[in-house]
């Protein structure tokens, strides 16, 4: 079955970058689009960005032109170089999978979610 371990959460000044990665195993790799959510104490879980299957990516407004979504096929891995970072980035940060081009800007897309991993902006 899909695993993913995300990793590459920690604790920054507002301003200041992370880039947040995801390893997949389980199936073929290149055959899955992957999202990354995240999620705030007390708030729902929400798309931050996206990468289908060709390679197309999608952002959700609030993160636009600070952070960036990228593949690696042959290393299975999925990263999130996040700049710029803002307090109102702190959250959980969920990586997931769906075996299909795009699972759209939704939770409901993906069926495959790993642990998460901690992003604190202060």
């Known amino acids: 079955h899909v695993q993913l371990v995300e990793s590459g959460g920690g604790s920054v000044q507002a301003g200041g970058s992370l880039r947040l990665s995801c390893a997949f195993s389980?199936?073929?790799?290149?055959?899955?689009?992957m999202g990354w959510f995240r999620q705030a104490p007390g708030k729902e879980r929400e798309f931050v960005s996206g990468?289908?299957?060709?390679?197309?990516?999608n952002y959700v407004d609030s993160v636009k032109g600070r952070f960036t979504i990228s593949r690696d096929n042959a290393k299975n891995t999925v990263s999130l170089q996040m700049n710029s970072l803002k307090s109102e980035d702190t959250a959980l940060y969920y990586c997931?999978?769906?075996?299909?081009?795009?699972?759209?800007?939704?939770?409901?897309?993906?069926?495959?979610w790993g642990q998460g991993t901690q992003v604190t902006v202060s």
């Open positions: 997931a999978t769906e075996p299909r081009l795009w699972g759209g800007a939704s939770s409901l897309g993906f069926g495959y």
């Open positions: 389980g199936y073929t790799y290149s055959g899955h689009c």
């Open positions: 990468i289908a299957r060709d390679g197309s990516t």
